[in-house]
């Protein structure tokens, strides 16, 4: 089964630090890849994302660095605040169907 | 603008019981997702539905079936519920099918617990 890795599985931080998660695919297929944000008792929310044309996308403190020829794609916080402490998720897939990292518990001490 | 609503938040069944779940998406979402989510395996796919059809399934068994109604409001059943079910299920609208245009809007899920 394609599976997505994630890592780290967790990160603390300290605040306006720089958080960098790290995520691999295996299908050269993909073209599509978000990021979403999960707070506690919430659904995840989509941050930013990317398609395999661009190696870099930036907006505000989130910044997604893609490389194609490794299949990996990273997302960096910059200025890590408290208010970012939540789980993130990296998604790879196309436009009708992503597969899913384990996720990263991110946590940015004040 | 409403988000995506799901019901119940919380929910205790026991096993071999059946439980049905809804979620009513954005007012002008007309695709629906569904979601398994875990602590060991993550966000799991279940199923999409658009304009009341199913258009993608995941790799469950056939004890998770869905619908969609007319207004886009979709439910989720799943049948002789196993301890393994014990899951928070996550429901995601989007405008369109294609989520690369505009990802999805994701409900707050509904919290399963099998005993």
């Known amino acids: 089964q394609q599976q997505v890795k994630q890592s780290p599985q967790s990160l603390i931080v300290q605040k306006g630090g720089i958080s960098i998660i790290n995520c691999a695919y295996e299908?050269?297929?993909?073209?599509?890849f978000p990021w979403y944000q999960q707070f506690p008792g919430k659904g995840p929310a989509l941050l930013i994302a990317?398609?395999?044309d661009v190696s870099e996308k930036k907006e505000g403190r989130f910044t997604i660095s893609f490389n194609k020829s490794a299949k990996q794609f990273s997302l960096h916080i910059m200025d890590s605040q408290p208010g970012d402490s939540a789980t993130y998720f990296c998604?790879?897939?196309?436009?009708?169907?992503?597969?899913w990292g384990l996720g990263t518990s991110l946590a940015v001490n004040p | 603008k409403a988000g995506v609503t799901q019901t119940p938040r919380y929910l205790i069944k026991t096993r071999g019981q059946q439980v049905t779940l809804s979620c009513s998406p954005i007012?002008?979402?007309?695709?629906v997702s569904w979601y398994q989510q875990t602590p060991g395996q993550g966000l799991q796919f279940l199923f999409e539905?658009?304009?009341?059809?199913?258009?993608n399934k995941g790799n469950f068994p056939g004890r998770f079936s869905g619908r969609q109604f007319s207004n886009s409001r979709s439910e989720m059943n799943v049948s002789t519920l196993e301890l393994g079910d014990s899951a928070l299920y996550l429901c995601?609208?989007?405008?369109?099918?294609?989520?690369?245009?505009?990802?999805?809007?994701f409900g707050s899920g509904t919290r399963l617990t099998v005993v």
């Open positions: 995601a609208s989007s405008l369109v099918s294609d989520i690369s245009t505009y990802g999805y809007t």
């Open positions: 007012s002008g979402h007309r695709s």
């Open positions: 539905y658009f304009s009341e059809t199913q258009r």
């Open positions: 299908n050269t297929a993909f073209d599509y």
């Open positions: 990317i398609r395999p």
């Open positions: 998604g790879a897939g196309n436009n009708r169907k992503l597969i």
